[in-house]
């Protein structure tokens, strides 16, 4: 099997003048993006990235993100995609962590690079890139980058609070691009707009690589607009979108949805967080032709995981699916045994596109691989027919928005409060989000805390998706052992 980087020189050479990227008014064909590639791949070498070398990409979705990226992969070098909403801290931990030596970044995150990179690393602008770019040499870097060739740092909060480091190789993205092609059926040629970021698993590695192995053009939104998402599928005829939950609920909500042309579009994915079963049928009433994917997958495995579409979604909404191709799953008790249909046990994954382990961290990598499989912590059910349902999470996951929060990191910042004496972090239902996260706090006698100022003390400490939207004051419920009692909270303050 070919390198990242060699899937996208071929295509070059076999549909030279497809247009392969759209962002804004700029346009790439596939022999142009390949040309370009290989120009700021010579940029890189020169700031002396070469093979193995950890580089940190920190970019909003555009046309830069995507040359950096492939020009990385094609030096050897093992790319970190870097959360545009992280705090300097935050930044600073996950550059220190991956050993990074150098981080590419966007003009517009200027000041929180300059605060959150540690001494030692060094920095360079996408403006400055592209300045550059247009001297260097078109032709591709003498590098040979295999498959087994470690491609990639991706990083996801644990139980813990602190990010582990998923690791991947170009084998392992290249199978996770292949599974959704082939899971949803994208065909050559697909017109796919990418809106979710660039620097999350999946749009990265399912709908990047995967679209660029079907040598599809890549339409490519900077930021969310409900209504302009809807115009843009609409005006480039896109075939292949895919969108968290939220996306699809706000563009329910526009009324220009029926007056636009939307025949183009067949398939629509989301994941990242459940879908309201009344979305997915409103959906399919209001566009008869488009099919519906729901990918319930996880960072560990690429992401991978099981998903559910077209008539099957339909009949059970509510469902996560079966295992998508090329990937086993079992539900199995604490014991290891496979659970009876309807029995609640723990999701356990393995394939292809299972994660080399977290980086630089062992003791974790052996907890959640056992055996070759890897344990999610997601608790679920399977019925006769193999339909595996989620039904809870083992850890306190919160899902706002299709974003991951932990609840252990917003605490950490919620205490540092001069006023909280304890507090716990929960999810509560949102209409729109899924969840909204909410912080229940016991106050230093003689304190008060009004929501605002939370906010305000937690904004530079945590992501803005992190930081409570909810306060509650009162005490926090635990056990003997001093644990917080979570469902409690959750069932008191669900109403």
């Given at each position: 099997m070919p390198s990242i980087g060699e899937i996208l020189a071929r295509q070059a050479h076999r549909v030279p003048r497809r247009t392969a990227l759209i962002f804004s008014d700029r346009q790439y064909t596939y022999q142009e993006l390949n040309r370009q590639v290989n120009q700021t791949a010579h940029v890189l070498a020169s700031q002396t990235v070469g093979r193995g070398d950890r580089v940190a990409l920190m970019a909003p979705n555009n046309d830069n993100f995507i040359l950096a990226y492939y020009a990385l992969l094609r030096l050897g070098a093992i790319v970190v995609p870097i959360n545009v909403r992280l705090a300097p801290p935050e930044l600073r931990y996950q550059l220190e962590d991956s050993q990074s030596r150098l981080i590419v970044y966007d003009p517009a995150l200027t000041d929180t690079v300059l605060?959150?990179?540690?001494?030692?690393?060094?920095?360079?602008?996408?403006?400055?890139?592209?300045?550059?770019?247009?001297?260097?040499?078109?032709?591709?870097?003498?590098?040979?980058?295999?498959?087994?060739?470690?491609?990639?740092?991706?990083?996801?909060?644990?139980?813990?609070?602190?990010?582990?480091?998923?690791?991947?190789?170009?084998?392992?993205?290249?199978?996770?691009?292949?599974?959704?092609?082939?899971?949803?059926?994208?065909?050559?040629?697909?017109?796919?707009?990418?809106?979710?970021?660039?620097?999350?698993?999946?749009?990265?590695?399912?709908?990047?690589?995967?679209?660029?192995?079907?040598?599809?053009?890549?339409?490519?939104?900077?930021?969310?607009?409900?209504?302009?998402?809807?115009?843009?599928?609409?005006?480039?005829?896109?075939?292949?979108?895919?969108?968290?939950?939220?996306?699809?609920?706000?563009?329910?909500?526009?009324?220009?949805?029926?007056?636009?042309?939307?025949?183009?579009?067949?398939?629509?994915?989301?994941?990242?967080?459940?879908?309201?079963?009344?979305?997915?049928?409103?959906?399919?009433?209001?566009?008869?032709?488009?099919?519906?994917?729901?990918?319930?997958?996880?960072?560990?495995?690429?992401?991978?995981?099981?998903?559910?579409?077209?008539?099957?979604?339909?009949?059970?909404?509510?469902?996560a699916g079966r295992p998508i191709l090329n990937t086993e799953a079992r539900v199995v008790t604490e014991d290891g045994r496979d659970t009876a249909p309807g029995e609640v046990g723990e999701l356990i994954l393995r394939g292809e596109t299972l994660m080399k382990g977290y980086w630089n961290n062992a003791s974790a990598t052996a907890d959640a691989i056992r055996d070759g499989w890897l344990y999610t912590g997601d608790l679920a059910t399977r019925d006769q027919d193999g339909l595996i349902t989620l039904v809870d999470r083992k850890k306190d996951l919160i899902i706002t928005g299709g974003m991951n929060v932990y609840s252990v990191e917003v605490e950490h910042a919620v205490l540092s409060h001069p006023a909280v004496l304890d507090c716990a972090v929960i999810g509560l239902p949102h209409p729109d989000y899924g969840e909204t996260v909410t912080a229940v706090v016991t106050l230093v006698p003689g304190e008060t805390l009004t929501l605002e100022e939370l906010r305000d003390h937690c904004r530079p400490l945590i992501a803005d998706y992190k930081i409570p939207r909810r306060l509650f004051l009162g005490p926090i419920p635990r056990n003997a052992s001093g644990k917080i009692l979570k469902f409690r909270l959750r069932q008191q303050y669900r109403s």
């Open positions: 605060a959150g990179t540690p001494t030692g690393v060094g920095r360079l602008s996408m403006s400055d890139l592209e300045e550059l770019r247009r001297r260097a040499s078109p032709n591709p870097p003498a590098v040979h980058v295999k498959e087994t060739d470690d491609a990639q740092i991706l990083y996801t909060s644990g139980t813990t609070g602190r990010p582990k480091g998923v690791l991947m190789d170009h084998h392992r993205i290249i199978w996770t691009g292949l599974n959704v092609v082939t899971g949803v059926g994208l065909r050559e040629g697909e017109r796919l707009l990418h809106v979710a970021p660039l620097y999350h698993s999946a749009e990265l590695d399912l709908f990047l690589m995967g679209g660029t192995y079907v040598a599809a053009t890549h339409i490519v939104m900077g930021e969310f607009h409900p209504r302009r998402v809807l115009e843009t599928l609409a005006e480039q005829r896109v075939t292949a979108f895919f969108g968290v939950p939220t996306m699809y609920q706000m563009m329910l909500r526009e009324d220009l949805l029926d007056r636009l042309d939307l025949s183009a579009w067949r398939i629509g994915m989301f994941g990242a967080a459940p879908m309201p079963p009344a979305t997915v049928l409103e959906w399919a009433r209001r566009l008869s032709g488009l099919t519906l994917y729901n990918l319930a997958g996880l960072t560990e495995m690429g992401p991978g995981g099981v998903y559910l579409g077209g008539p099957e979604l339909l009949a059970h909404p509510g469902a």
